[in-house]
């Protein structure tokens, strides 16, 4: 039994030993672990503690953009053309290190006050929202070990690629959860303190009482704008519980106002919509000059053109944040309109012509199946003022504003170039009172087909040659350019450089070349190099060749009446500053009349042309009779040509252009025109309706703005 108590002793003894061994393991992994917090706890406050201190106390001075509007559009006559008009909407500005899983909780809570449209959605937009959340599936995308062998940068594409079709077609299922995607989709559209619209006013909903504003640029917008107004009950709801949506705002933003509604509506140009923001092609362009991605800018035609002076400043606000919270707000400048253009345009005339045109284009395109367009141009040939644009075009049973195409689409115009080419002849060596046999003219080759006159109209000179338009007269002012003398029945030896010099000769007078005029895209006509030129040098001396727009029909006209000067179009005198009244402000940049060459032709040459243009609306002339009592000189035209026009099941039907280029009045012209009506009859009025119901309304308005 002693023996027993020797050994429970000893066991306790080992029991005890173990114990107190387990303890000092325990205590001194309980000392190293304090140990290690200490030393890492001195590290972080003697060595790191300064630099976190300042990064917990950085002030983070930024500073967000707030839209003004662009420059307005003034007439000749002061007349605003393109207005602004304030529009209600939400935006949404986002604060630097807002977190995605932030802003879906605003964009939930703000959809439950707005009701917005989705249309403008696409995939890839609501891949990125399921993935922002749902940040834990998305980190599942990719494994750990295919994130090893990836670039940062290309995690995420990944991640977007690998979203389940079944949770993309989700939420396109779920009109409550697609809104919010919408909203998301919104506020993810720009950088931080960059203001995004949400959702704004349309604002050709909105009426002043019971008269309906202007026309607005929502017309113009892209398919993203909105097609869900903005309405009052919405901001109500919104503005009361702003303190619930941290970054969203409610602001007056602005859109384009045309008291003129659609008259010049696509030569005055758009603007981008905040969700298409500056034009990609140029981004180096805006971002170098302080534009923000999200920028509206001009995005055709007149307010392409000048972007410069139509930007706006805009309002500034400087937001200062202290360790990522924000701790002030000041508004920094108030912004500013952008500078005001004072336009060439009589927007009264302009009305009244684009009357004129849609009018008789219907009752011409009633008679003509093929005929679906009509041009005219109206200028100050002294000064190269552009006072009406106007182009119609046939939509089915809808006419449409073409002005565009009256400097970006070219037709043959006819016997219209004949001054152009009595005044090559000149420059030539021609005598004035050349006369020629106006009869047929019979090549070898030609199968016995002569060319020819509309009628053999015996010997004439220069002005009977205009005067009657003599086709052979100027075929034989070609061939004499060209040093070949007719021969009946014999070879028409024209070669490329013939047909060369003839264009480089009317490229004096704006034929065949740019205008110059300041807008964009403007052609400069169609113009082939055939290898062999025989008869086509006789068609070109015709009009029946090359093709020119109703511009350079318009500046041809004005170097005529001008006495030899070609002057640069232009639809834009002056840039001002802007007032906050309703007339245009100081000058900021005047733009002087530009002379881009003289013809080298003499006075008495441009003289004796100018009375064989006379001659033409005289009696006797192609023209005699159209104009009354008013003094107009010009020219006719009629080109032989083919349907190139919108349907396509007509192209190569054979039909013909007609035109008329003029000026008024012969004595000391002030206006020079061109009118060009497309594919219809050689015998139909509208060729001589048009010109003549023009020039009527312009000294109408002329004799009224006298009075004034």
Request: hydrophobic letters at 35%; proline letters at 4%; glycine letters at 8%.
């Amino acid at each position: 039994m002693g023996e027993k108590q020797h050994q429970g002793a000893a066991e306790q003894k080992k029991m005890k030993r173990r114990n107190a061994w387990r303890i000092n393991l325990f205590f001194f992994a309980v000392f190293s672990l304090f140990a290690g917090l200490v030393i890492k706890l001195g590290v972080l406050q003697i060595v790191n503690g300064e630099d976190y201190k300042k990064q917990a106390n950085r002030t983070e001075v930024k500073t967000a953009s707030y839209p003004s509007p662009r420059g307005k559009m003034y007439d000749a006559r002061g007349r605003v053309v393109v207005d602004n008009e304030s529009v209600p909407a939400i935006v949404y500005t986002s604060e630097s290190g807002v977190k995605a899983e932030d802003k879906i909780k605003v964009a939930r809570k703000l959809a439950t006050y707005i009701k917005m449209d989705t249309d403008f959605l696409r995939e890839r937009d609501i891949r990125d929202f399921w993935l922002a959340s749902h940040p834990k599936e998305a980190d599942k995308l990719i494994s750990k070990a295919e994130q090893k062998n990836l670039k940062a940068k290309d995690v995420y594409p990944l991640q977007v690629e690998r979203v389940p079709k079944k949770e993309v077609k989700a939420i396109e299922k779920d009109d409550e959860e697609k809104a919010v995607a919408a909203i998301y989709r919104r506020f993810t559209g720009g950088y931080a303190f960059e203001p995004q619209v949400v959702k704004a006013m349309d604002p050709n909903e909105e009426k002043k009482g019971d008269e309906k504003v202007a026309l607005l640029d929502e017309t113009k917008e892209s398919k993203q704008t909105s097609s869900v107004s903005l309405t009052y009950e919405e901001i109500s709801l919104v503005s009361e519980h702003l303190d619930e949506l941290p970054g969203v705002n409610v602001i007056n933003d602005w859109t384009r106002k045309y008291p003129y509604e659609k008259t010049l509506y696509n030569v005055l140009g758009g603007v981008t919509t905040p969700e298409q923001g500056i034009i990609k092609e140029r981004e180096d362009y805006y971002m170098a000059r302080g534009y923000s991605r999200n920028d509206r800018v001009g995005k055709s035609y007149l307010e392409y053109q000048y972007e410069d002076f139509l930007n706006p400043e805009k309002a500034t606000v400087q937001y200062t944040q202290v360790g990522g919270k924000l701790l002030d707000e000041i508004k920094r400048t108030e912004g500013r309109r952008g500078l005001d253009l004072a336009l060439t345009f009589d927007m009264e005339l302009q009305k009244e012509v684009d009357k004129i045109v849609e009018s008789e284009l219907r009752s011409a395109s009633a008679r003509n199946y093929m005929m679906d367009r009509a041009f005219v141009v109206m200028m100050d040939p002294n000064t190269g003022d552009v006072l009406a644009m106007s182009g119609k075009k046939m939509d089915g049973r809808d006419v449409t504003d073409y002005a565009i195409g009256t400097f970006t689409t070219q037709y043959e115009m006819g016997s219209v170039v004949k001054g152009a080419t009595v005044l090559s002849g000149y420059q030539d060596g021609m005598s004035h009172n050349q006369s020629y046999l106006d009869t047929g003219l019979y090549f070898a080759g030609t199968g016995g087909k002569p060319k020819k006159s509309y009628k053999d109209l015996g010997w004439v000179n220069d002005l009977q040659a205009l005067q009657k338009s003599s086709n052979v007269y100027m075929f034989q002012v070609a061939m004499r350019m060209a040093g070949i003398t007719y021969q009946k029945n014999g070879p028409l030896p024209a070669r490329p450089e013939h047909l060369q010099k003839m264009r480089n000769y009317y490229a004096q007078f704006g034929l065949g070349v740019k205008t110059g005029i300041d807008l964009p895209q403007e052609s400069s006509g169609m113009q082939t190099h055939p290898k062999t030129v025989g008869g086509l040098l006789l068609d070109e001396a015709i009009g029946q060749y090359d093709t020119y727009t109703p511009l350079q029909v318009a500046q041809y006209m004005s170097t005529i009446a001008n006495g030899g000067n070609r002057i640069q179009p232009r639809v834009v005198k002056s840039v001002h500053f802007p007032t906050n009244k309703e007339e245009v402000g100081p000058v900021v940049k005047k733009y002087e009349p530009k002379v881009l060459n003289t013809i080298n032709n003499s006075k008495a040459d441009i003289d004796r042309v100018k009375m064989g243009l006379k001659m033409v609306t005289s009696t006797g002339g192609t023209a005699a009779g159209r104009f009354g009592q008013h003094d107009v000189a010009g020219k006719t035209g009629t080109a032989q040509t083919f349907y190139y026009g919108a349907n396509r099941s007509w192209w190569g039907n054979a039909t013909y252009n007609l035109t008329f280029g003029g000026y008024y009045p012969s004595s000391n012209p002030k206006v020079a025109f061109s009118v060009v009506t497309p594919y219809v009859s050689d015998k139909d009025p509208v060729i001589k309706t048009i010109p003549s119901k023009i020039v009527d309304k312009y000294v109408e308005l002329q004799k009224k703005y006298e009075k004034q």
